[in-house]
């Protein structure tokens, strides 16, 4: 099995670890993740396209679904004041990080912008009624492990990305893929 | 990305998961162990009756606070010159 995977030699804590993606384990778990992440957010994005069309109205978990919590100015502002953001960024949003995560193509940049959606859901969770540990903390905490052991090379496209003329003559790029 | 020795950026960014077990572990442990709630509990008539030590906000604007920390550590990386160690080490399964 040929994964063209990256090798993790770290410090952590005082001390050295090091350990690399292209066993067949390693791989098999960081793929696994990354779909079934992936699949999460596109699921929920197509859910919202089919039901209510190119734009999803947000505006009743916004001003009303937040109340009470500490992005509630944040959320209160949008719905007031640019509907129309939320409305289009969190069905497409959520569709494009699935397909990012899914086939592993800006993976980094589709894991941060999950992250980004998932703490707004974690911290927008009026009343805490699943515990302060719950599923948008758990996907937060997986779309930064994806982000951070760069999955997107396993069984990713970015794999082959990375090795493009564009990226080599701009390697900051690398920091949004896998 | 060359993770051999850690930066103060790399510390501070370690802060924001420091703060977010804090925000929900820590102080969901004194809670717990003061036997007390973890939001609010109101009776039928909406009438608080317990209350949790440690208020719910308080834990969430830590979380907040970490996942900031981490938002923007992601940030001053991606401002950073790309380092000549990025290029990752491709090294095949079977070797």
């Given at each position: ?5 990256a ?8 001390r050295e670890v090091?350990y690399?993606?292209d066993?067949p ?14 699949w999460w957010?596109l699921?929920a994005?197509l859910?919202?396209?089919?039901d209510?069309?190119l734009?999803y109205?947000?505006?009743?978990w916004?001003?009303f679904?937040t109340?009470?919590t500490?992005v509630?100015?944040?959320t209160?502002?949008f719905a ?9 960024m ?7 990080i699935?397909?990012?995560l899914?086939?592993?193509v800006?993976?980094r940049?589709?894991?941060?912008n999950g992250?980004i959606l998932a703490s ?5 969770n009026?009343?805490?009624g699943h515990?302060?540990v719950?599923?948008?903390?758990f996907g937060?905490?997986?779309?930064g492990?994806?982000?951070?052991f ?7 496209l ?19 893929m896998? | ?5 850690l930066?103060?950026?790399?510390l501070i ?7 977010i077990?804090v ?9 717990t162990l003061t036997?007390?709630p973890?939001?609010e509990?109101?009776?039928?008539a909406?009438?608080?009756?317990a209350?949790p030590?440690v208020?719910?906000?308080v834990?969430?604007?830590l979380?907040a606070a970490g996942?900031?920390?981490w938002?923007l550590y ?7 010159p790309?380092?000549?160690?990025e290029?990752?080490s491709?090294?095949l399964a079977?070797?």
């Amino acid at each position: 099995m040929s994964t063209d995977a990256a090798t993790v030699d770290t410090r952590l804590f005082g001390r050295e670890v090091a350990y690399s993606f292209d066993g067949p384990w390693s791989a098999y778990w960081m793929a696994l993740l990354r779909v079934i992440a992936g699949w999460w957010f596109l699921n929920a994005g197509l859910g919202k396209v089919y039901d209510q069309g190119l734009t999803y109205d947000t505006t009743g978990w916004l001003e009303f679904g937040t109340q009470g919590t500490i992005v509630h100015p944040i959320t209160d502002f949008f719905a007031a004041n640019a509907a129309i953001l939320p409305n289009l960024m969190v069905p497409w949003g959520q569709i494009a990080i699935g397909l990012g995560l899914i086939f592993g193509v800006l993976t980094r940049l589709a894991a941060a912008n999950g992250m980004i959606l998932a703490s707004f859901f974690y911290l927008g969770n009026a009343g805490w009624g699943h515990g302060f540990v719950n599923g948008e903390l758990f996907g937060i905490l997986v779309f930064g492990g994806i982000a951070l052991f760069g999955a997107g090379r396993v069984f990713g496209l970015d794999a082959y990305l990375e090795n493009t003329a564009l990226v080599e003559q701009h390697p900051r790029l690398r920091y949004l893929m896998g | 990305m060359n993770t051999d020795s850690l930066d103060t950026a790399d510390l501070i960014g370690m802060l924001g998961g420091a703060l977010i077990a804090v925000g929900v572990v820590v102080l969901g442990a004194v809670n717990t162990l003061t036997d007390n709630p973890h939001t609010e509990v109101t009776n039928d008539a909406g009438a608080v009756t317990a209350e949790p030590l440690v208020p719910a906000d308080v834990r969430a604007y830590l979380v907040a606070a970490g996942l900031v920390i981490w938002g923007l550590y992601g940030i001053y990386k991606l401002t950073r010159p790309a380092e000549t160690t990025e290029q990752p080490s491709a090294a095949l399964a079977d070797d």
